[in-house]
């Protein structure tokens, strides 16, 4: 299964201009914790709630004025639409991230979509579950003739 076939479509982004109260707000209406930051059709970092917290609080900046792009990590952590489940699973273990952008390799580097680790693990899920048969079960055998109806030959006195 590709991680096309699991990811959410739609992706929000801020930009690197927009202010830090810009990002809370929209980090806080679609309840994540992180934002991709994109910029002319691609991706260019991260945003997240803890690199918020600490422009804010640690620094003592004015989340109005000061923009995603002083507190963002440059870092970009991104999947390939045409990544396994698995594959996409084990990276986001191994990067310890709740979600990954999904990125579309034609138009290198605009993101296409949202992989979260519930969706990957239900998907898991549900393809490992045994679907019941729709074909009727096999006979196991002639069943035993109660002893009312034998034949009175084989009944014995």
């Given amino acids: 299964m590709k991680i096309v076939d699991v990811m959410t479509p739609d ?3 801020v930009s690197p201009n927009d202010t830090l109260t810009t990002a809370a707000r929209l980090m806080a209406d679609v309840d994540s914790g992180a934002l991709p930051v994109g910029e002319d059709n691609r991706l260019i970092g991260t945003i997240t709630g803890h690199d918020i917290a600490m422009q804010v609080a640690a620094e003592g900046l004015d989340p ?12 970009v952590l991104y999947c390939f639409e045409s990544a ?3 594959a996409v699973s084990e990276k986001m273990r ?13 138009t290198l580097g605009s993101a296409s979509g949202s992989a979260s680790r519930l969706a990957i693990s239900l998907a898991v899920a549900a393809s490992s579950v045994k679907r019941p048969s729709t074909r009727p079960p096999k006979p196991i055998g002639p069943l035993p003739l109660p002893i009312s109806t034998r034949p009175s030959s084989v009944v014995r006195k």
């Fill in 94 to 106: 191994g990067w310890w991230v709740r979600r990954l952008p999904v990125v579309n390799r034609r």
């Fill in 84 to 86: 396994s489940v698995e």
């Fill in 64 to 75: 109005g004025k000061t923009t995603v792009g002083q507190a963002m990590s440059s870092d």
């Fill in 11 to 13: 992706l929000e982004t």
